[in-house]
Structure formats: C-alpha cells, structure tokens
C-alpha cells in the first residue's frame, strides 16, 4: 500500500546522508581537505570583501562584481560544508526533510548566481578593453546594481520550483541519500512516485543556466580576442589577456568540476559513484577556496593592498 506524502513525513521525517559512498572507512581523512578549503574560503572572501570595502578606489565595476562573488561564494560554502563535514567527522548523517530542501535550494540557487556573476564579470572584461573609454558611462554603479538583482532573482525564481516540486512526490521506500549533501537528482531518484517533471524540470533549469551562461561568456571572449588581436604591440597585448586571466582561470574551476558532475549525473554509469561524490562535493567548495586566491594573486591592487595590511600589522 502506498504511503502518502503526508503519512512519509510523519514515519520517515529525515533523510541519512552516507558521506562518501564506498570510503566509509576513511570519510575522516577525507574531510581534513575538505575543512582546509572551508576555512580558506572563509578567510579568502571575507578578506576580499574587507579589503574592498574599506578602500574606495576599488569601488569600480570589476570589483564590486568580485564582491558579488565573494558573497556568494560564502553562502555557498557555509551551505555545504559545516554539514558534510559533521557527516564525515562525528557521523552526524541524519537530516530533516525540510532542512534537507533548504540546503538544497541555496547550494543550487547560488550556484546558478555564481554562473550569472561570471556572465556579468565576462561582460566587464568586454567593455573594458573592447569600449575602454566608454567603460565607466556603460557599466556605472546603476546598471551593476540592476544586474545584481537580474542574477538575484534569476536565481531564486529558476530554483524555487526545486522544494515545490519535490513536496509533490512521495517516499515509500529508502531514504538514504547517497551523498555528504542534499543534491537534487540524489534526492529525487529515491521517491517511488513519478519523477518526470523533476527531471525534466532539473535538465531544463541546468542547461538553460549553463548552456546560456557559457555561450554569452564564450561570444564575449571571442570578442576580446579579436580586439586583443587587433592592438598593435607585444607588450600591450600581453597586459590586455593579463587583464583577463583571473576571470579564465575562474571560469575554468567553476564550470568543469560542475559540468563533469551534471554528466555523470545523468550519463555516467561507469563512473565509480565515489568519484562522482567527491567531485561534486569540491565542486562547490574548491570554487569559493580559490577564486580568492586567483583574484588576490593576479589583481595588483588587491595583493597590494592585502600586504600593505599584513606588512602593517608585522
């Protein structure tokens, strides 16, 4: 006889995140790495937001989108690891239903704005070498905060659907997720009840984000390198692709780790489960933990200002 979905709850109110599939024996050693990249992106984004914060000449576009993904990158990771690492160390597995469709929605909300923020970095790094003259008329502090709120509630009004619809199905059998989080398709593929719309609804919502995000990032790199091309000089070409570097290198931790986990997802049945777990574990930790790094390494201004305070205080 089948359960409904109220009658679940009731019976069942909780989910059993395993951690890591397969390495249960040694989820503790797994979880130092991880607690290192929590702490450094911790450290990494708040010092971004501070050191922006309290210096205005880095009140300029680039960097006020910088501390949109810093913000971001926090939420992301604080949604993400002070679970997974309870599961892996103190094997703390349980998690109630309503939590578990809580951290869901802003690991894969946030994840979506990250992707937009990127668009709009690609777009800065556009009108900054392609229209330099034009840079501070185009993207002036209005339009910033318009496109903050465009990624905002594209993020919100795409993921939302996400908890509504997983209400809707009923659980009668396991409720053992086999990940160190509440992911989305771990989650759905455990509900006995038809699955359909949140499959095609989770297919949908992901290539629509990434098969966007990716394509107006790759015109707009096209672009700059036929502008970069086009400069005479060695040297001046060599500064305008340094200009560019932090973001490529961003983009590359953000988008293949993710895509690699959605494929395997949905395609990679020879994929040893465990791999695919890690990968989508530090897929949303890695991010957060070296997009400071990146930016406080090849952003002058930042490294400049980061050890004038450490030179300071030593």
Not at 105 to 122: C, D, P, Q, R, T
Not at 184 to 192: D, P, T
Request: with cysteine.
């Amino acid at each position: 006889m089948a359960l409904s979905n109220s009658s679940w709850r009731l019976l069942q109110p909780s989910f059993f995140l395993v951690g890591i599939p397969g390495l249960e024996e040694s989820q503790h050693w797994i979880a130092l790495p991880l607690g290192v990249l929590y702490v450094l992106a911790l450290i990494g984004n708040v010092t971004i937001l501070f050191i922006i914060w309290i210096d205005p000449s880095l009140h300029q576009p680039m960097y006020l989108f910088l501390v949109m993904l810093a913000t971001i990158d926090l939420v992301l990771a604080s949604f993400t690891a002070p679970k997974a690492l309870a599961v892996l160390l103190t094997h703390a597995h349980d998690i109630g239903y309503n939590v578990c469709l809580i951290q869901m929605f802003f690991i894969h909300a946030f994840s979506s704005m990250e992707s937009g923020v990127l668009v709009a970095m690609a777009l800065d790094r556009y009108v900054a070498i392609c229209h330099p003259l034009r840079h501070s008329t185009i993207l002036h502090s209005e339009v910033i905060g318009r496109i903050g709120v465009v990624v905002l509630v594209r993020g919100l009004l795409l993921l939302t659907p996400f908890p509504i619809l997983l209400r809707r199905l009923i659980f009668c059998r396991t409720t053992i997720v086999g990940h160190a989080y509440c992911e989305h398709m771990a989650v759905v593929k455990l509900a006995c009840s038809d699955t359909t719309v949140n499959r095609a609804y989770g297919l949908a919502v992901a290539l629509l984000v990434v098969g966007f995000d990716v394509l107006v990032i790759g015109i707009s790199y096209v672009l700059i390198l036929q502008a970069v091309l086009k400069v005479p000089g060695g040297e001046a070409r060599l500064k305008a692709f340094s200009t560019c570097g932090s973001h490529v290198c961003v983009i590359l931790i953000f988008y293949v780790p993710g895509m690699f986990s959605f494929l395997t997802h949905r395609f990679g049945q020879r994929v040893p489960h465990h791999i695919h777990v890690l990968l989508a574990t530090l897929y949303l930790l890695v991010p957060p933990a070296l997009n400071p790094l990146v930016y406080g390494v090849k952003t002058r201004q930042i490294r400049q200002r980061v050890l004038r305070i450490f030179y300071t205080k030593v």
